[in-house]
């Protein structure tokens, strides 16, 4: 072999692994989102990461677990709908309902991060007699805790944009013994998000207490529930809604 093609051969086995190590190096393309796809569940703590005790109750796809209730007649389309990163998109137009867990729960923390979606996000056709043309927009629902599994007695921390209470971060019940509804309102203005941006609710369940704060602001707090144990859950009413984290920790 000639010093010419000794050389060549170093040349090439040095270069070689150096190109190689170079092509590997390069970061990976962004990858795409699926049309109508949820990109906003990667935005809250992943479940995975969610330590101390957290424990994710966001349903599967099939909804094992949980138990549609009506309040109206069951909406004859999919209200529940769970994405494949893990979110849940509530079509809550024409439809009012809840869903609940099977499971019940005792004294407690919940964190719920969840928004509204524009009305022109709902997935299925707005019945004709669900509200006038020309009626404002409904944007209601709300979270359940220590609530009955038939949906009888239930206490429910509100998710609702109106003119007056109940409003996003008050609280009313209906509970054995209390023909009337038990009307919790906050003292202070709603923390409660613009239409599109995400609200996060923290309610600690400890005894017949029962707190909420709304994006880190304390909001409502009833010192009197006499349900110490229940189901937790959401309400589809009216509205398109988002929920990217759904946990709890017992105390």
Known sequence: MGALQH?????????????????????????SVPAGESVVAANATPVELATDGWEN???????????????????DKPVWQVRSDGS???????????????????DGSLHV???????????????SSAAPANAAPVYN??????????GKS??????????????????IAQVPGQPERVDVF???????????????????????NVELSVNGKPAAAW???????????????GSPIEVRAFRYRPL
């Not at 109750?57 to 909406?75: I, N, Q, W």
């Not at 709603?190 to 369940?205: H, K, T, V």
Request: charged share 15%.
């Open 7 to 31: 050389a060549s051969m170093v040349a090439a086995l040095l270069v070689g692994p150096l190109a190689l190590g170079c092509a590997a190096s390069k970061p990976a393309p962004p990858q």
């Open 113 to 127: 991060e969840w928004r509204f979606l524009p009305l022109a996000a709902a997935t299925g056709p707005v019945p």
């Open 141 to 150: 629902g709300g979270i359940y805790v220590r609530t009955a599994l038939d």
């Open 88 to 106: 849940l998109y509530i079509d809550g137009v024409g439809a009012k309902e809840m869903l609940l867990s099977e499971r019940e729960f005792g």
């Open 57 to 75: 109750l966001l349903p599967p796809a099939g909804l094992e677990g949980f138990k549609r209730v009506p309040l109206d007649p069951l909406a």
């Open 154 to 171: 239930w206490v429910q921390l509100q998710v609702s944009h109106a003119d007056k209470p109940p409003i996003v971060g008050d609280l």
């Open 223 to 237: 010192a009197a529930c006499p349900l110490l144990t229940g189901h937790v859950g959401l309400q589809a009413e």
């Open 186 to 208: 906050q003292t202070q203005p709603s923390a409660a998000a613009p239409i599109g941006e995400w609200n996060a609710y923290d309610i600690r369940l400890r005894g017949p």
